[in-house]
Each structure stands twice: as C-alpha cells, then as structure tokens.
C-alpha cells in the first residue's frame, strides 16, 4: 500500500509524525524516533514563559535545534507558544534562521476576561498569524484549541493567510482542586482513544473546504485509530501519549497495523481512503450536524440499541 502523503508541502513517506514532546528533546530522543520510523519529528515548544521565568534562553532551542536537524534526516519541525504578538514574531524568525523545515504555533489561551468577546479572541490568532507568515518563509502550521465559537470561520481566516496546516487539537489541560490545600491540583493525564473524536469530528468538517494540511493530534493510539483519522480528511497524524507510554517503537507497529488494515480493505493508496467520511463527501452531511446528536438521543429514549 502506498502510504505516502503531503503534510505543509512536505512530501512524506507516510502520515506518523512525532508530535511535540519530551521524547525529542534531547539527540537519543530523535534518534529514537526517527528509527522507529517517524516521518517527520516536532520539537518540544518553546514556551515564553519559560525564558521569561525561569531563564531558558533560546540560544539553547536553536542549538538543539540545528544539532536535530544534523542527527535526522527526516523534517524537523519547530515549536513555539508565546504570549505576545512580538516574541511570536522573534521567536519563529530565529527558529525559521535556525534551519526548522516548517514551524508549529501552538496557541494556548483560555479565555476569561468577560470584557473580550469571541471576535477579539478570534483575532489575537489571526494577526499573529498574518504577521508570522509575512516574516518567516518556511511552511506555518496552526495548532488551535476547539474552544472558539465558530471553528470553520477561524480555520477559513487563517487559510486565507496562507496558514500551511491546522492541528486539531492541543489538549486542554485542566487542573484539578486539591480540597484540604484549598488549591488547584496540576496533573499530567496521557491521552486516550476517547479524545479522537472531537477531533475526527473537526476534521471531517474542514477536509476539502480548506487549502491548508489537516493534522490530528491527541487520542492516536493504534493502527486503527489513524484509519479513522484518515477516512475523516487528515493528511498526517502526531503521535504523542502512545509513544510517551509505550516508547518510540509503538510508532513503527502503528503503521504496520494501519498498513495491513487498509492492504485488507482493499486501497491501494492512502490517497484513495483520506476524506471516505469527511462533510464534504460524506453521503448524510446532518451526521456532522444536528441529525446525529437528536438520532442518538431518539435511539436511547425508545431503547433501541445504539448502532441497530
């Protein structure tokens, strides 16, 4: 089966990508990965925070990524999350100067401020983007959040800018409340299989109707699960959770097991299954609607099996 893809005007030999994470943050790391056959690799982001708080320089992000990009011979892609539109700006230009085969912004903001509306959120991405896009040459991925009112608006705007890819979606990390500290508790919980349906959703209802690569990152765990993720309209997937639990050579028997699905199934290309069940081509677009939220909720009333 021909498993090769486009993914930011990369031409890659498969859709597995490493997706950001402390697996690649050192030169075994990537080493690691790209044995374990990733087509392309995504550095840990850079996050403003940590230069401005606790002294990470990026002199020490560039220089681990130009020593990545001589170790690996697949794409490196930079990762940034910053805070204000002019170290966006700084940032992405050193890491473009820096050798990055393209470069991932990963936005990360939870609105709270009753006073901003839905449009001034909307617009932080959009002209952060525009001018990050006229800066730096190397392909631009988007990684958005699903917490904004319309995301095929936002998606059809950043499209129009020239935004090289979406990666839907950067997980939400929700602390809890530590009860007898009168706190909230900060935990790390990996992805599981049940986060891939929002975003396989979210796919299926951007596929054909943007210019720009679609990624799925968060609840890729098996072979199976980048089937769907295909069949929904995504031209790469990032592995994250699965790798972090079960080490860089779930990668390699992932694709193995997507391999030998779709050789099964009849297809000869990855290209002849991406988008089988996206909104555009789908045969009843009311399931990425209303029609399938008021059908499940019919079937539960009257007892009928789900799925019968």
């Not at 490493?18 to 087509?39: Q, T």
């Not at 730096?136 to 936002?154: E, G, N, Q, R």
């Not at 890819?165 to 530590?178: A, C, E, M, S």
Request: charged fraction near 20%.
């Amino acid at each position: 089966m021909e498993l090769s893809t486009r993914y930011l005007g990369l031409t890659l030999p498969h859709p597995f990508v490493s997706g950001a994470s402390p697996l690649a943050a050192d030169l075994d790391g990537v080493r690691e990965l790209e044995d374990a056959g990733a087509a392309a690799i995504v550095l840990p982001s850079l996050f403003e925070e940590d230069i401005v708080r606790y002294g990470e320089t990026t002199d020490q992000y560039l220089e681990h990524l130009v020593r990545t990009k001589r170790t690996v011979s697949c794409p490196v892609i930079a990762s940034l999350n910053g805070t204000r539109a002019e170290s966006w700006l700084r940032y992405a230009y050193m890491m473009a100067q820096g050798g990055a085969d393209a470069l991932e912004l990963n936005f990360y903001h939870v609105a709270t401020d009753p006073a901003e509306d839905s449009l001034a959120v909307e617009r932080r991405v959009v002209d952060i983007v525009a001018v990050v896009k006229e800066t730096v040459a190397i392909p631009l991925a988007v990684k958005l959040s699903p917490f904004y009112s319309s995301l095929p608006h936002l998606a059809a705007q950043l499209d129009r800018l020239g935004a090289d890819g979406l990666v839907l979606f950067n997980r939400f990390y929700q602390p809890d409340i530590d009860p007898d500290a009168a706190a909230p508790a900060l935990r790390l919980t990996l992805s599981d299989p049940s986060e891939l349906l929002l975003r396989l959703r979210w796919i299926a209802i951007l596929a054909g109707r943007v210019e720009a690569s679609l990624a799925i990152t968060g609840g890729v765990h098996s072979g199976i699960d980048v089937v769907k993720a295909v069949m929904a309209g995504a031209d790469a997937v990032q592995v994250v959770s699965a790798l972090l639990r079960h080490g860089p050579r779930r990668l390699a028997q992932m694709r193995r097991e997507f391999e030998q699905w779709g050789e099964a199934h009849g297809y000869d290309a990855l290209a002849d299954m991406r988008g089988r069940v996206s909104l555009a081509r789908g045969s009843d677009p009311a399931v990425f609607e209303r029609g399938n939220y008021v059908r499940l909720l019919q079937e539960q009333k009257s007892g009928v099996p789900l799925g019968q």
